[in-house]
């Protein structure tokens, strides 16, 4: 009895004093400093983890997912919890332009200074849009957050319980060291079946670049390097000494690790055979709808500014139906070979999407100098990373 009346005096002192100094509740036990549930740190020491282990998280649209892993003693990532996501706006597919309410698509990292714990959306985070391969692609726009409030224009939104433990797997893992984390936001699980049911999506040459990514994620159990160069990303390389990755630059002589190497080959060997099978397939999931390129994102992006003057527009965002039928009725298999890696519209157009050529097992060639560098070209975004090629020969031993 006694120890419940002293409760109930503490509480009221509590209350009181946050009154007279004008405090809330909110500022004696911030959200942001809020510990995880007891079942997920129960869950880090099952799986022989550390609490400020580093972590990294993947999303996925069609699935409304978002997955945070962990780093356990080997130096692999295990999963350790997932989320529904809330809201996520725009369609399948990158974004292209400020205002196109398109939610992002890429590989982006969160250091320290990108976390807000006292956002007008209960907690959040930026992913860093735009990054390096954005930038230079021309794509436009900026606080494309993780947030709680269930509320998204181009955001992913989740509920204010599960931002409070997201926030806090990010807020222990800086305290433990991570000077950033990496956040890999796909249209969907990139498995053959997937990759086959969109083989013909305007935006079919993007995922093949980023499947490469997640590809490397799955078979080593670790982020990847990324870095830019001809435009797109590459991953896992190390340039030769002397040379650096530039976003606008033709792609420097690099190396991988040969155990990697040999571990993709088979990988993708197997996904290809996957692949195939799937398209012969009789029945498919419908594909979801996805942006059918900038043309689309600027007619997105003109609505959303007319919206925003108060002029009458219609209650949802223009689209170019036909020009995405016409583009998904493309044979694409008639183009290219049946690959869970091929572009579904020819060489040419992957080119100018996906930039740099396929990596062999050794440096690449020397490039010649690139006379249309801009000399104020912006420095691609360095590494969270940067010893992660050195890590994967021992890897693959373990």
């Known amino acids: 009895m006694m120890s419940r009346i002293a409760r109930a ?20 036990a911030p959200k942001a400093e809020r510990e995880l549930p007891a079942r997920l740190v129960q869950t880090i020491k099952a799986k022989g983890m550390r609490k400020d282990a ?47 309410r398109q939610a992002p698509e890429g590989f982006y990292s969160v250091r320290p200074a990108q976390m807000n ?15 390096a391969y954005d930038s ?3 794509r436009t726009g900026k606080h494309l957050m993780v947030h709680g409030a269930c509320s998204s224009a181009g955001c992913y939104s989740m509920t204010d319980e599960q931002v409070e433990e997201i926030y806090a797997f990010a807020r222990d893992a800086f305290r433990g060291g991570q000077q950033a984390f990496q956040v890999q936001a796909f249209p969907f699980r990139m498995t053959p079946q ?10 079919y040459p993007f995922w093949t670049m980023l499947k490469e990514g997640y ?3 799955e078979i080593t159990k670790q982020p990847p390097r990324v870095d830019v160069c001809e435009r797109r990303y590459v991953f896992n390389r190390a340039p030769a000494e002397g040379h650096s990755f530039e976003a606008n630059e033709v792609c420097p002589p690099s ?19 996957a692949f195939a099978k799937a398209v012969k397939a009789e029945k498919h999931p419908e594909p979801l709808p996805s942006i059918v390129g900038r043309e689309e994102a600027l007619l997105v992006a003109d609505w959303s500014q007319r919206r925003a003057r108060g002029e009458k527009v219609s209650q949802q965002p223009p689209s170019l139906p036909s020009v995405a039928v016409a583009a998904r009725e ?14 579904a519209f020819g060489a040419s157009n992957a080119q100018s999407e996906m930039g740099a050529p396929p990596l062999t097992t050794g440096s690449l060639p020397v490039p010649a100098p690139n006379p249309n560098r801009a000399s104020n070209q912006e420095e691609p975004e360095a590494s969270s990373r940067p010893k992660v090629v050195d890590r994967f020969m021992n890897l693959f031993d373990r």
């Open 136 to 138: 230079v692609n021309g």
């Open 54 to 100: 580093p972590i990294m998280m993947r999303i996925f649209k069609e699935e409304g997912v978002l997955e945070v892993w962990k780093q356990k003693q080997n130096g692999r990532y295990d999963l350790v919890t997932s989320y529904d996501i809330c809201k996520w706006s725009g369609e399948l597919g990158p974004k292209y332009t400020e205002g196109d």
């Open 255 to 273: 190396t991988q690790p040969e155990t990697l190497v040999r571990a993709y080959q088979k990988y993708k060997a197997q996904q290809d055979i």
């Open 330 to 343: 493309e044979p694409a298999a008639e183009q290219t070979p049946v690959s869970a890696y091929a572009s």
């Open 215 to 217: 590809d490397h994620f």
């Open 194 to 203: 997937n990759m086959a049911r969109y083989r013909n999506d305007p935006n």
């Open 9 to 28: 005096a503490l509480l009221t002192a509590t209350l009181a004093l946050a009154a007279c100094s004008g405090q809330s509740l909110e500022d004696i």
């Open 117 to 131: 714990p006292r956002s007008s959306y209960h907690l959040s985070f930026n992913i860093g849009f735009p990054n």
